[in-house]
C-alpha cells in the first residue's frame, strides 16, 4: 500500500508542476509581451523554453508512467471512462503544447535578432504570440479538466 501512495504522491506532483509551470510560462510570456522590449521577450522567452524543457517535459514524461503504475497496483482497467476521456485530453493538451513550444523558440529567435538589430519586433513575432495565446486555452484547459477527473472521477 505505500508503494501505491508513493507512486500517487509522484503522480499528483506531476500534475501541480504541468499546472504551475504553465500558469507560470504563460504569466511571464504575457508580462513580457507586453513591454513590447524585444530585449526582455528575449530573455523571458529564452527562460521560458528552459523552464518547460525541464519541468514541463520531466512531468509531460513522468504522468503516463506513475498513472499507468496506479492503474496496475489498484487493479483499475484502462476502460473506465474517466481514465479514457483523460487520456483524450492528455493527447489534446499535447497536440496544443509541442507547437507552443516551438513557437516560443521561434518568439525568443525573433526578439533576440530584433535586439541585436535595435529593430522593432516582426510581425511573425506577433503573429506567433497571438498564436501561441490561442494555443494555451484548449492545452490548459484540457490539463484542468484532467485534474477534476482524476479528483471526482465522475463516470
Same mark, same amino acid.
Given at each position: &500500500? +505505500? @508503494?501505491?501512495?508513493?507512486?500517487?504522491?509522484?503522480?499528483? /506532483?506531476? !500534475?501541480?508542476?504541468? *499546472?504551475?509551470?504553465?500558469? %507560470?510560462?504563460?504569466?511571464?510570456?504575457?508580462?513580457?509581451?507586453?513591454?513590447?522590449?524585444?530585449?526582455?521577450?528575449?530573455?523571458?522567452?529564452?527562460?521560458?523554453?528552459?523552464?518547460?524543457?525541464?519541468?514541463?517535459?520531466?512531468?509531460?514524461?513522468?504522468?503516463?508512467?506513475?498513472?499507468?503504475?496506479? &492503474? +496496475? @497496483?489498484?487493479?483499475?482497467?484502462?476502460?473506465?471512462?474517466? /481514465?479514457? !476521456?483523460?487520456?483524450? *485530453?492528455?493527447?489534446?493538451? %499535447?497536440?496544443?503544447?509541442?507547437?507552443?513550444?516551438?513557437?516560443?523558440?521561434?518568439?525568443?529567435?525573433?526578439?533576440?535578432?530584433?535586439?541585436?538589430?535595435?529593430?522593432?519586433?516582426?510581425?511573425?513575432?506577433?503573429?506567433?504570440?497571438?498564436?501561441?495565446?490561442?494555443?494555451?486555452?484548449?492545452?490548459?484547459?484540457?490539463?484542468?479538466?484532467?485534474?477534476?477527473?482524476?479528483?471526482?472521477?465522475?463516470?
Amino acid at each position: &500500500m +505505500m @508503494l501505491y501512495f508513493l507512486v500517487k504522491y509522484l503522480h499528483v /506532483i506531476g !500534475a501541480i508542476i504541468i *499546472l504551475g509551470t504553465g500558469t %507560470g510560462i504563460a504569466f511571464f510570456m504575457l508580462m513580457a509581451h507586453r513591454t513590447d522590449n524585444a530585449e526582455f521577450i528575449a530573455r523571458t522567452a529564452s527562460v521560458v523554453v528552459i523552464a518547460d524543457a525541464i519541468f514541463t517535459l520531466s512531468a509531460v514524461m513522468l504522468q503516463p508512467v506513475t498513472g499507468g503504475l496506479l &492503474m +496496475m @497496483l489498484s487493479s483499475t482497467s484502462i476502460m473506465e471512462r474517466w /481514465i479514457l !476521456a483523460s487520456l483524450v *485530453l492528455y493527447a489534446v493538451a %499535447g497536440l496544443f503544447w509541442i507547437p507552443v513550444v516551438f513557437m516560443q523558440i521561434e518568439m525568443r529567435d525573433l526578439a533576440r535578432k530584433a535586439a541585436e538589430q535595435k529593430a522593432a519586433l516582426p510581425e511573425r513575432y506577433f503573429v506567433l504570440f497571438r498564436r501561441w495565446f490561442a494555443f494555451g486555452f484548449p492545452g490548459f484547459g484540457a490539463t484542468m479538466v484532467i485534474l477534476w477527473l482524476m479528483i471526482a472521477k465522475p463516470f
